[in-house]
């Protein structure tokens, strides 16, 4: 059974920091592209950042230069780190993991006010 299981979404005030996992299981972690995609009140899911299989990064405009995306292949977990955070970062933050079909995560509130 296929699980990915986010942590770390709290409450933070704008210019903050914080720092998402996603622990996955019950798939070949290595051989999968990972990333992270959100879904903000009233819009549609979107992409965040991804690291394919052989690390390759890409980023959302949005969020370049303020989040680093990583993984560890020998602890099955991939990491967001957001920085500078804005408001509008504001959203339920989904872990993916994809290679011949896709997986998701149930999702973490990033909530950034102050």
């Known amino acids: 059974q296929v699980q990915l299981v986010e942590s770390g979404g709290n409450l933070v005030q704008p210019g903050g920091s914080l720092r998402l996992s996603c622990a996955a299981s019950g798939i070949n972690f290595s051989f999968n592209n990972m990333g992270w995609y959100r879904q903000a009140p009233g819009k549609e899911r979107e992409l965040v950042a991804v690291?394919?299989?052989?690390?390759?990064?890409n980023y959302a405009d949005s969020v370049k230069g303020r989040f680093t995306i990583s993984r560890d292949n020998a602890k099955n977990t991939v990491y967001l780190q957001m920085n500078s955070l804005k408001p509008e970062d504001t959203a339920v933050y989904y872990c993916?993991?994809?290679?011949?079909?896709?997986?998701w995560g149930k999702g973490t509130l990033v909530t950034v006010s102050s």
């Open positions: 993916y993991a994809g290679r011949y079909r896709d997986y």
């Open positions: 690291i394919s299989s052989g690390g390759r990064i």
